[in-house]
């Protein structure tokens, strides 16, 4: 809880702050620290209790935030070897999705750990662009520019969705704490998620499509420095 706590706080830090300062490494750092702790914890108790629809779940949000994290740093053997086996963890990953999917499909409920089947296929399909992704920079080497801070951003904000999706939307313990009783809406669980994938648009918009790296970055002997 407080993990999932923090780890909100600092996104939203990261995501409001001037991208590329001080306090955006920073805050994005411990956002990483956080997420990962909180996903791996969540993976290895649900891999105890034998559910493997939150084993896929904590799996993809710690991949996500490590090669989010490994795409800003500079390219070494380590890191590469770390893209390597984070690719193949993708893969896993979509191809789990793929499987608990169908199960889920074609079960009386459309469950399947108690996750509903359109989850596990948006889940499947993020593995898959993400796997698609990990292969196209192998093969064309460390990623520059604009292309570098997409795939930095789309990682970074798409773990930050389903740590939001989950605190919100997931279980009402999660939120009762922090939250006032009255407070408790769908209208106001439902915003904070929202909003994290309309900055998530906003920002691939600007950067994939504009190619607007103004205020965002410092750009150094043509390296790009986040």
């Not at 389903?162 to 922090?178: E, Y």
Request: aromatic fraction near 8%.
């Amino acid at each position: 809880m407080v993990a999932a706590a923090l780890a909100l706080a600092c996104g939203t830090v990261a995501l409001a702050v001037a991208k590329g300062g001080d306090l955006h490494r920073k805050s994005g750092r411990l956002f990483v620290y956080t997420m990962l702790a909180m996903a791996l914890t969540g993976a290895g108790l649900a891999a105890v209790s034998g559910n493997l629809g939150n084993v896929i779940a904590g799996t993809l949000t710690a991949y996500l935030v490590v090669t989010a994290l490994l795409t800003v740093l500079p390219s070494t053997t380590l890191i590469r070897r770390l893209e390597f086996g984070g690719m193949f963890i993708a893969l896993i990953v979509a191809a789990g999705c793929i499987v608990l999917g169908v199960e889920a499909l074609t079960s009386p409920r459309g469950l399947r750990f108690g996750i509903p089947f359109p989850v596990y296929f948006m889940f499947g399909t993020v593995a898959v662009l993400a796997t698609a992704g990990d292969i196209r920079m192998i093969r064309s080497g460390p990623l520059r520019g604009a292309t570098r801070l997409t795939r930095h951003l789309w990682r970074m904000c798409y773990a930050f969705w389903i740590a939001t999706a989950s605190f919100f939307l997931g279980p009402r313990a999660r939120v009762a704490k922090l939250i006032p009783e009255p407070l408790i809406t769908t209208p106001v669980l439902v915003l904070p998620v929202l909003a994290v994938v309309v900055i998530l648009l906003y920002w691939l918009w600007r950067v994939r499509f504009r190619q607007s790296l103004r205020g965002i970055v410092t750009v150094k002997r043509g390296e790009l420095v986040s």
